[in-house]
């Protein structure tokens, strides 16, 4: 199965300033088929980015991914106070899919 | 609009089963897979199969064989997931997710609330 490494494990920012997010993949992810999600204490994980760079239906312009093949990005690029969540990536090209083990995003 | 809603919380003993349903409303059920998720507590999230609830065809990751079964019921519009022979270590949320792709390997754009399902004896 494909592994997800997410990286850092904690991202501590301030208000205003620009996160980058970091999943890399043990094999090539097929067709660009990752995802992002955020998730809030005691909510599902939201749908943010999907095919590695499309935004899903809502998702602010400040998120944005990109990467291929091993390496992904998730940038957000002035964080609101809202953002400070968990945030996931995930591989849906190859069976079993697989998520990343979280990046925290908190408030500095 | 679209949602999914799941039954509420379990509490069941070592070696039970236990059976989550997820209603689906405000899109045409038959016309998107559906997917179990599962978050134990202050862990990551961890796939355990997939449903296509046209066909009622499924599949499972290896860890859950043999324990799983996912069933749907097309007339309510509901998918279940049923995981036997429980240990205290599947205590956890579990999600349902409607997958947005065409053949059951998107990502997922509608997710239930989750059902916390507890093992304890």
């Known amino acids: 199965e494909i592994v997800l490494t997410q990286s850092p494990g904690t991202l501590s920012l301030s208000p205003g300033e620009r996160a980058t997010l970091s999943c890399r993949a043990s094999q090539s992810v097929s067709s660009s088929y990752l995802a992002w999600y955020q998730q809030k204490p005691g909510q599902a994980p939201r749908l943010l980015i999907y095919g590695a760079s499309s935004r899903a239906t809502g998702i602010p312009d400040r998120f944005s991914g990109s990467g291929s093949g091993t390496d992904f990005t998730l940038t957000i690029s002035r964080l609101e106070p809202e953002d400070f969540a968990v945030y996931y990536c995930q591989q849906y090209g190859s069976s079993p899919v697989t998520f990343g083990q979280g990046t925290k995003l908190e408030i500095k | 609009q679209v949602q999914l809603v799941q039954s509420g919380a379990e509490v069941k003993k070592p070696g039970a089963s236990v059976k989550v349903s997820c209603k689906a409303s405000?899109?045409?059920?038959?016309?998107?897979?559906m997917h179990w998720v599962r978050q134990a507590p202050g862990q990551g999230l961890e796939w355990m199969g997939r449903?296509?609830?046209?066909?009622?065809?499924?599949n499972y990751a290896q860890k859950f064989q043999g324990r799983v079964t996912m069933t749907r019921d097309t007339s309510i519009s509901t998918a279940y997931m049923e995981l036997s022979r429980l240990r205290s270590d599947d205590t956890a949320v579990y999600y349902c997710a409607r997958d947005r792709g065409d053949y059951g390997s998107g990502s997922y754009d509608y997710w239930g609330q989750g059902t916390l399902v507890t093992v304890s004896s």
């Open positions: 449903i296509n609830p046209n066909s009622g065809g499924t």
């Open positions: 405000g899109y045409t059920f038959t016309g998107y897979y």
